[in-house]
């Protein structure tokens, strides 16, 4: 009897993984193809940004930072000390004008924005060239 059983529940577990991979988890005609970005969402980290090293326009959320006019760069997350320090993983942003954020604050020679931001950009290796920003 235990042996039927087992059988029923192991049928019924495959029709079960069966049926999540079925017409439902396509992307809708029309819709996004593999490997098409989108500025819709809450965007992805730094992290996932260089780990899963996706293809075409990317949405980073992040915190900017800015040390002695150095590299602009996007991090995972920023320090509590004052100024704050970037903490890694970061990428290096690349056309973005800072002139044009708003709400970025500056001490000591480094400049951060409080609160998370949103770029849209390609990545290449380490760096985010961008072609927009929303705020966080």
Same mark, same amino acid.
């Given at each position: 009897?235990?042996?039927?059983?087992?059988?029923?529940? @192991?049928?019924? =577990?495959?029709?079960?993984?069966? &049926?999540?991979?079925? =017409?439902?988890?396509?992307?809708?005609?029309?819709?996004?193809?593999?490997?098409?970005?989108?500025?819709?969402?809450?965007?992805?980290?730094?992290?996932?940004? @260089?780990?899963?090293?996706? %293809?075409?326009?990317?949405?980073?959320?992040?915190?900017?930072? !800015?040390?002695?006019?150095?590299?602009? !760069?996007?991090? =995972?997350?920023?320090?509590?000390?004052?100024?704050? %320090? &970037?903490?890694?993983?970061?990428?290096?942003?690349?056309?973005? %004008?800072?002139?044009?954020?708003?709400?970025?604050?500056?001490?000591?020679?480094?400049?951060?924005?409080?609160?998370?931001?949103?770029?849209?950009?390609?990545?290449?290796?380490?760096?985010?060239?961008?072609?927009?920003?929303?705020?966080?």
């Amino acid at each position: 009897m235990s042996f039927r059983l087992a059988l029923v529940l @192991l049928a019924t =577990a495959l029709l079960f993984a069966a &049926c999540a991979g079925g =017409a439902g988890s396509k992307p809708p005609p029309g819709g996004p193809g593999p490997g098409v970005g989108s500025g819709v969402g809450p965007g992805i980290s730094v992290g996932e940004a @260089l780990a899963f090293r996706l %293809e075409g326009p990317l949405l980073v959320r992040g915190w900017l930072w !800015r040390a002695d006019s150095g590299d602009l !760069r996007l991090c =995972a997350g920023l320090t509590d000390s004052s100024p704050p %320090e &970037c903490t890694k993983p970061w990428l290096t942003v690349q056309g973005l %004008e800072l002139s044009k954020v708003e709400g970025l604050r500056t001490e000591s020679e480094v400049t951060w924005s409080p609160q998370q931001v949103l770029v849209l950009g390609e990545l290449t290796g380490e760096v985010l060239t961008v072609s927009g920003l929303l705020k966080g």
